[in-house]
């Protein structure tokens, strides 16, 4: 399904692995749910803010969500540990779970959300 989008930030807000940047999705049953986008390897990657292990957000303070290597996003509640390009749990108590990926696009200097209907449902 194609989808429509949103601008959420401009491609200098979003440094390699650094602060992410906060922002909201709306679901379709009318729920704002908060968002975060990352830069790692040079592509950005963008999931709902929410752990795998309990539904808490994850950055420790705001926009922090990588580790000290910059290898892990994590959540600061738990420990559980994600791979920034992919979301799934690469250990702690995630236990093969993953953050709920948004699709992205970055174009002319801007990052925009794909935002679809099911953009939000469980995968």
């Known amino acids: 399904m194609a989808g429509r989008e949103r601008l959420i930030a401009t491609s200098d807000q979003i440094v390699e692995r650094g602060r992410g940047f906060r922002f909201t999705v709306d679901t379709p049953d009318g729920?704002?749910?908060p968002a975060f986008a990352i830069r790692y390897q040079g592509?950005?990657?963008?999931?709902?803010?929410?752990c795998a292990h309990v539904s808490v957000e994850l950055d420790w303070a705001?926009?922090?969500?990588?580790?000290?290597?910059?290898?892990y996003l994590v959540c600061a509640t738990h420990g559980a540990a994600y791979f920034p390009n992919s979301g799934r749990c690469a250990m702690g108590p995630c236990k093969g779970g993953g953050l709920q990926p948004l699709p992205t696009s970055?174009?002319?200097?801007?990052?925009?959300?794909?935002?679809?209907?099911?953009?939000?449902?469980?995968?």
């Open 31 to 33: 729920r704002w749910l």
């Open 62 to 71: 705001e926009g922090d969500f990588f580790d000290i290597s910059g290898l």
């Open 43 to 50: 592509v950005v990657y963008a999931y709902v803010n929410r």
């Open 106 to 123: 970055e174009r002319g200097g801007n990052i925009y959300l794909i935002e679809q209907e099911d953009a939000t449902d469980e995968r």
